[in-house]
């Protein structure tokens, strides 16, 4: 980090937050706080957009392809469906009824207590969330650049309340075009820098070619498997019910597209995230991909995660981590000799040459992963609470030791602005559901003038704020951070999915059936999620499969009850004629 990085990256942030600030100044009513005012379609869609970039995308999604190639995006085809159906059913009701959140539907379908469950499921998964999305790029930042990770995760925080509090619904829809350009920035200018510096004899194609021959080019895989997190079954069904659920029914997206200007500005606006949320997730993988062949040629650590490195070289196993550093280089260099041959004979199109090359690096690549897994057992064995699966920290070290100077602050730039932007959306959503489905239903103020929900919606922003401070303090990593996220909101999300299914397409189905239905369905869900990621021995679901699951359970168990109950209900009025 040179001065000139340092001034690029405060200078950008400081932009935006300022920026937030300036556009949102001077009084607003609680609908203009909320709701956000009249927003056009590009306004909504960049602000959706956005919320869902977080920094988790860009720094786990390259990550996710350096170490399993292009099959993630498969976990996006579900999104295009959901959006058509949100377009044409919810969007409607939810402009019809002049909605604040998308648990006000709920009360006016059902009852207090079905919207009151909904939004407190909401805030426990939505307050987790933030948390996370502050403490990924946080514990990343602070592993590479040898920061204190409490103080990253407190600037982080402050710089999002900061505009959060003073503009609303407004100042993170404002703030989120100028993220998102800022974001699309710099990842295009690393994918150009990427591909100038492969060898000289290895074009864009020659990479892609080499991709392949590792697998890290397999898009599509059709075979039908619960163990497989991303196939394109998970893909359709699972990931469409989550997709469903996130868009449909959680606030922090509900909230910005309905600050759209009218029903077609909604719409126009969702479905420009639709359009191009699959290709963007494709371009951020393609430079994972990108990353993994540029490694081919140039030295990479025996583990990413400069904590981890540190940790079992300054224990009693530093002397055998130092045997497996040097297989480790011993590995590189012939992979590198082998790497410029094969690239050579591509470029020739040699084809017995190329077989021989692709058969002798896998080789080598077999014997690169056998290594490194028993480096990562022996940092497990020095320290058991540091992190031994270094996905998320491929990028970050790519950025910090192969970028020009200037870029490395663009790049960081782009990470922190993408934990502001999602970040923004999360506690925005929070305090709104806090403020109108639980502070304004169940409190008495009748008296109270519109000034007075303007200020509680500050408050309960900044006390969101700190939660997800306090939270980000204290949560560790999984398998892979973006699989945290999608993790935690497939255990929720099913049940509250199903929950707003009956409301829109089954009338008959009464408030007391589905509010059982729903906390029945949510407890299973819940068992179902701990048993299968905690419990060695027992597999029942991966968690996209959650998501239908904790939908068609309470949308089933709503009817059985409902059926049940109509009978009873039956049986009773034909007694007393």
Not at 86 to 102: G, S
């Amino acid at each position: 980090m040179e001065i000139v990085d340092w001034f690029i990256l405060v200078s950008t942030l400081a932009f935006i937050v300022l920026y937030g600030v300036y556009k949102t100044r001077g009084r607003q009513t609680s609908e203009e706080y909320i709701k956000g005012g009249d927003a056009r379609w590009w306004t909504v869609g960049l602000s959706v957009m956005a919320t869902q970039a977080s920094a988790i995308t860009f720094l786990s999604t390259p990550g996710q392809a350096y170490t399993d190639g292009l099959e993630f995006v498969q976990f996006y085809f579900g999104l295009p469906i959901a959006i058509i159906i949100i377009c044409v059913t919810f969007i409607p009701i939810y402009h019809k009824l002049k909605v604040y959140t998308a648990y006000e539907f709920l009360e006016k379908r059902f009852d207090l207590k079905t919207r009151s469950l909904a939004s407190i499921l909401f805030l426990i998964q939505r307050g987790l969330a933030a948390g996370i999305t502050i403490y990924a790029p946080a514990i990343i930042l602070s592993a590479v650049l040898d920061w204190e990770l409490k103080y990253l995760n407190i600037i982080i925080g402050i710089l999002v309340i900061i505009y959060t509090v003073s503009g609303g619904t407004k100042a993170v829809n404002v703030t989120q075009k100028q993220q998102m350009i800022v974001i699309m920035a710099g990842m295009v200018t690393a994918f150009i820098l990427i591909v100038t510096q492969l060898p000289d004899n290895v074009t864009f194609d020659n990479a892609l070619t080499m991709a392949g021959s590792a697998d890290k080019m397999q898009i599509l895989d059709f075979d039908f498997s619960l163990d497989d997190r991303y196939n394109v079954w998970s893909a359709i069904f699972g990931a469409t019910f989550l997709m469903l659920s996130y868009f449909g029914t959680d606030q922090s997206q509900v909230q910005r597209y309905l600050s759209g200007k009218s029903v077609s500005q909604m719409r126009i606006g969702l479905l420009f995230n639709g359009l191009l949320k699959v290709p963007m997730q494709f371009f951020i993988l393609m430079v994972g991909v990108l990353v993994f062949v540029f490694y081919q040629f140039n030295s990479t650590p025996l583990n990413f995660n400069p904590a981890a490195e540190k940790a079992v070289k300054e224990s009693a196993y530093a002397g055998q981590y130092s045997r497996l550093e040097s297989r480790h280089e011993e590995i590189l260099e012939e992979k590198q000799r082998v790497q410029k041959k094969y690239a050579t004979a591509i470029s020739t199109s040699a084809s017995e040459d190329i077989i021989n090359y692709e058969l002798a690096l896998d080789y080598l690549r077999k014997q690169e992963d056998e290594n490194r897994a028993n480096a990562r057992s022996l940092i497990e064995k020095a320290d058991s609470g540091i992190e031994t699966n270094d996905k998320d920290f491929v990028f970050i070290h790519f950025i910090l030791n192969h970028l020009p100077k200037g870029l490395i602050g663009l790049l960081l730039a782009v990470i922190l602005s993408a934990a502001m932007s999602s970040t923004a959306s999360e506690l925005n959503a929070l305090s709104s559901t806090t403020a109108v489905d639980i502070y304004k239903r169940f409190s008495k103020t009748e008296d109270k003038d519109d000034d007075h929900y303007v200020n509680m919606s500050k408050w309960f922003t900044l006390i969101w704020g700190v939660i997800a401070i306090f939270f980000a303090s204290f949560v560790s990593l999984f398998d892979n951070l973006i699989q945290l996220v999608n993790f935690l909101g497939s255990i929720f999300y099913g049940t509250i999915l199903g929950i707003f299914l009956v409301a829109f397409y089954f009338k008959k189905i009464k408030g007391n059936a589905i509010f059982i239905a729903a906390c029945i369905s949510q407890v299973i869900v819940a068992a179902c999620a701990i048993l299968h990621e905690f419990v060695e021995g027992i597999e029942i679901l991966p968690f996209l499969w959650l998501n239908p699951l904790g939908a068609c359970l309470t949308i089933g168990i709503a009817f059985i009850i409902s059926t049940i109950t109509h009978k009873d209900m039956s049986k009773f009025e034909f007694q007393n004629s």
